[in-house]
Structure formats: structure tokens, C-alpha cells
């Protein structure tokens, strides 16, 4: 009996994860960083500050878009998966969101 009392008094109750807010900022034709990781539930925002407009757009189904953002303006996504992205103004630029 005592080493399973010992185990049920070592056990941890769940935690609730808090979700947080990350920003991405697009810069030098760039998102910085370009790899990010989260968790379900965590708010990604992106910030434009370039000079020019760039969109986020999902890359793999196209399942999300942010559609173009001029410069200063920002775009949030609530996360629901890993995520490779893309500019689709600027095919160049990508990023990836890593959900564990």
C-alpha cells in the first residue's frame, strides 16, 4: 500500500496552458523569425515593416490568407496546427509554424 500512496501523492495536476501572443515581424523582404514554435491556442500576429505590401498566405491547401497588408499593418492568426507559410506577392519569402 505505501508505494502506491507515495505515487498518488507524487503525481502533478494537470496545468492549464495560458496561451500566448507571438508577433512576426516582415522586414527586408523577410518574416523574422521564420521559424516559429507554438502551441494550439497561442496567437500569432504579423507585422508589416517593410516598405511594401506582403500577404501570409498557407502554403500547403491554402487554407488561410491574410490577404495583402500595406505597410504598418498587422494580421493575427489563432493556431490550430503546424503551418508552412508564404508571401504569395514575394514567392520567396517563407516561414514555418511548429506546433509539438
Not at 494550439?40 to 490577404?67: P, Q, R
Amino acid at each position: 500500500m505505501l508505494p502506491g500512496f507515495l505515487l498518488l501523492s507524487c503525481s502533478h495536476p494537470e496545468t492549464k496552458v495560458v496561451p500566448r501572443k507571438y508577433t512576426i515581424e516582415i522586414k527586408e523582404m523577410r518574416f523574422q523569425p521564420d521559424d516559429l514554435q507554438v502551441h494550439v491556442g497561442d496567437t500569432v500576429e504579423w507585422l508589416n515593416k517593410d516598405m511594401v505590401a506582403h500577404d501570409i498566405t498557407e502554403e500547403d491547401n491554402k487554407e488561410w490568407s491574410s490577404g495583402p497588408l500595406a505597410p504598418g499593418r498587422s494580421w493575427d492568426l489563432v493556431v490550430t496546427k503546424s503551418a508552412n507559410y508564404f508571401c504569395s506577392i514575394h514567392v520567396v519569402m517563407k516561414g514555418k509554424l511548429e506546433v509539438p
